[in-house]
């Protein structure tokens, strides 16, 4: 028992990190979208500040879906739009996830990170994809950026 205390207490610590990283990320988004077919073959990400944007990405990412995903609400006053995508991947089993957000006085910095659902070991299906994620994040003033 005391040791199983004092694995946790050290992971407690390690989590806090320097000042300007934060590990409680999903407190700076929200998922609106995300899943392995964005018809996007290009990786990168792209912040989205207005209507016609956002409409240009899902309207990509609807073309071969039924149903389509509905085009969320976004208030551009105080919220910005940031869409990631991974690119073309020859085999089933990616997502994207966000593994750090950065504070620092006048940016908040947003990465993403390519997750790979299975070991090189396992057998995947041979199938184009192009994984994305989608989130909305409160725009404070600080200038927002996001990169893998």
């Keep these: 028992m ?3 205390l004092v694995t946790v207490t050290s992971c407690k610590s390690k989590m806090e990190g320097t000042p300007e990283q934060n590990f409680g990320k999903q407190s700076y988004y929200t998922a609106l979208s995300d899943g392995p077919k964005s018809n996007i073959e290009n990786k990168g990400v792209r912040l989205i ?5 956002l409409q240009e990405v899902y309207v990509k990412i609807n073309s071969t879906r039924k149903p389509i995903i509905e085009i969320p609400e976004v ?3 105080n919220q910005t739009v940031i869409a990631a995508f991974a690119g073309r991947k020859s085999t089933a089993g990616y997502s994207l996830e966000i ?3 950065r504070e620092r006085e006048k940016e908040r910095i947003y990465q993403f990170a390519e997750i790979p659902s299975s070991s090189a ?12 994620m989608i989130v909305l994040v409160n725009n404070d003033g600080k200038k927002i950026t996001a990169s893998f």
């Design 99 to 101: 593994y750090q957000v």
């Design 75 to 77: 208030n551009w006053n």
């Design 2 to 4: 005391a040791l199983l």
């Design 49 to 53: 500040t207005n209507d016609r944007e």
């Design 121 to 132: 070991a396992d057998v995947v299906s041979t199938v184009i994809t192009t994984p994305y």
